[in-house]
Every structure is written in structure tokens, then in C-alpha cells.
Nanobody, 120 residues
């Protein structure tokens, strides 16, 4: 079993920045994928960014949705078993509930979600 604990989101002004964290614990394998998804009001849940993680530090492979490329960065901190989503140049359309997801083998786990609101 894997547990994912997300950091708080918040209210940010347009053009501002926010970092979300997803701390993983439990039975985590040596190869897994962590993704950040978001779901706006009345919208489907979309993949924002993902990172493939292996034991070797130089393996990480990241992908980004077109709508966040150049603004968001996904990264990890091995010592804290945490994956981060650094969000810069935030726009009102980035307003959503953000979820982290971990996939390993045939199993999938979700965080509870955190609200990010971009508004002046």
C-alpha cells in the first residue's frame, strides 16, 4: 500500500508562483511514475506533468502538458520521498484542484487533491 500526502495549495495572483508537494510513503517499488493532474470546475481531470523515477538519480524522465510547458517544473527530493510541482507565471485558467498520482506495476494511488486558485 502507498500513501500520498499533498501539501496545501492556495490563492495566488496572476503571474505568481506556487509549489505543490506530494510525499509518498509505504511499499514503493524501484520504478514508478508520479504524475500531477488537475481538474477544473466542470472539467475532466487532465495530466499536467509526470516523472518516471528509478533508483538511479540520472534516470528521471519528465513530460509536460502543452498548456504548462515553460511554466511548470516537476522534480523530486529523494531524501524526503517527495515530488514537487513548481508552478510559475500562473494564470486564472490554472485554477483547479490538483492531484498527485503514483503508478507502479498494475497499481495506482491518488492524493486527496488540493485547491489552487489564481485570481486577483
Amino acid at each position: 500500500q502507498v500513501r500520498l500526502v499533498q501539501s496545501r495549495g492556495g490563492l495566488v495572483q496572476p503571474g505568481g508562483s506556487l509549489r505543490l508537494g506530494c510525499a509518498a510513503s509505504g511499499d514503493i517499488s524501484s520504478l514508478f511514475v508520479v504524475g500531477w493532474y488537475r481538474q477544473g470546475p466542470g472539467s475532466q481531470r487532465d495530466l499536467v506533468a509526470s516523472i518516471v523515477i528509478r533508483d538511479t538519480a540520472d534516470y528521471d524522465r519528465t513530460t509536460y502538458a502543452d498548456f504548462v510547458k515553460g511554466r511548470f517544473t516537476i522534480s523530486r527530493d529523494n531524501a524526503k520521498n517527495t515530488v514537487y510541482l513548481q508552478m510559475n507565471s500562473l494564470r486564472p485558467e490554472d485554477t483547479a484542484v490538483y492531484y498527485c498520482n503514483l503508478r507502479q506495476g498494475s497499481s495506482e494511488y491518488w492524493g486527496l487533491g488540493t485547491q489552487v486558485t489564481v485570481s486577483s
